[in-house]
Every structure is written in structure tokens, then in C-alpha cells.
């Protein structure tokens, strides 16, 4: 294992394996609180790059999970108000937030080219794949 890699490069691998195994990933990527602040920072990522590399608590899908605590599935980005787009391609959007001793410190963030993708089984392997980020930081 490499073990001495960093911990935003383990994050990297993590982003690029999951964009190149499932074929409906096609954004994957982490955001982690700022600091103290009511805010999402972006951090490793695969895909398109993005504009939205701070976002604030409660704007759009990722800001929404950073106070909900929940998972947020998005069959269909077009019906959603607090929505802040990235790409024209995108089509839905799946964010698992992560726990790290009960706190949620970040998220894993998927965008996918396909509409309605996701399944519970994606819920519960991005919950698994979180978990796993956590035991890293
Ligand atoms: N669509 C997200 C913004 C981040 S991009 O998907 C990379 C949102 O609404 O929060």
C-alpha cells in the first residue's frame, strides 16, 4: 500500500478510480469545510474543472448537505432551485457527506452525463467509500 502518499493524493486516487469504474461517474470530487468557516473548500477532483471551488453552507447541493448531515440524491439537477451548476452536461447529482467522530467535515461529490443513475446501492457504496476517507484524515 502506499502508505506514504498524501492524503490529497490517496483522494485524487480515490476520485480517479471511481471516474474510471463506474460510467455513470463523471465528476468526482471532494469538498472539506474551510477552517472554522460556513464554507465548503474544494479539494482533489477528477473532471471538468470547476468555478465553485468555495461554496457557502446551505447554497446549492453540496452547500445544503454541509447543514443537512444527509445524503442528497438528484435524479434530475433541472428541478432543483438550489442548484449551482457546473456543466451543461451534468444531469444528476449524488453528495455523501463525511463523518469524521460524528462531525460532518466534507463530502464526496458525483455528477453524472446520465439522468436518474443512482441507486441505493450507490448510496450505501459512497457511505462505505466515506467511511473509508474518514479512517484517512
Ligand atoms: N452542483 C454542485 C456544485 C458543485 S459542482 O457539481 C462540482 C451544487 O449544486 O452544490
Do not use: M
Amino acid at each position: 500500500a502506499n502508505t506514504n502518499n498524501t492524503v490529497d493524493e490517496r483522494l485524487l486516487n480515490i476520485c480517479e478510480l471511481l471516474e474510471a469504474n463506474v460510467s455513470y461517474y463523471n465528476w468526482v470530487g471532494f469538498y472539506f469545510r474551510n477552517g472554522n468557516k460556513e464554507e465548503l473548500k474544494l479539494g482533489p477532483y477528477v473532471g471538468a474543472p470547476t468555478d465553485h471551488t468555495i461554496i457557502p453552507f446551505g447554497k446549492g447541493i453540496c452547500g445544503q448537505v454541509a447543514v443537512s448531515n444527509e445524503n442528497f440524491v438528484v435524479p434530475d439537477v433541472a428541478a432543483q432551485d438550489n442548484y449551482i451548476a457546473c456543466s451543461i452536461t451534468v444531469k444528476a447529482e449524488i453528495v455523501i457527506p463525511i463523518f469524521v467522530n460524528g462531525e460532518n467535515i466534507g463530502q464526496i461529490d458525483i455528477d453524472s452525463n446520465t439522468p436518474d443513475p443512482f441507486t441505493e446501492a450507490d448510496e450505501r457504496f459512497l457511505e462505505f467509500v466515506c467511511a473509508q476517507v474518514a479512517s484517512i484524515l
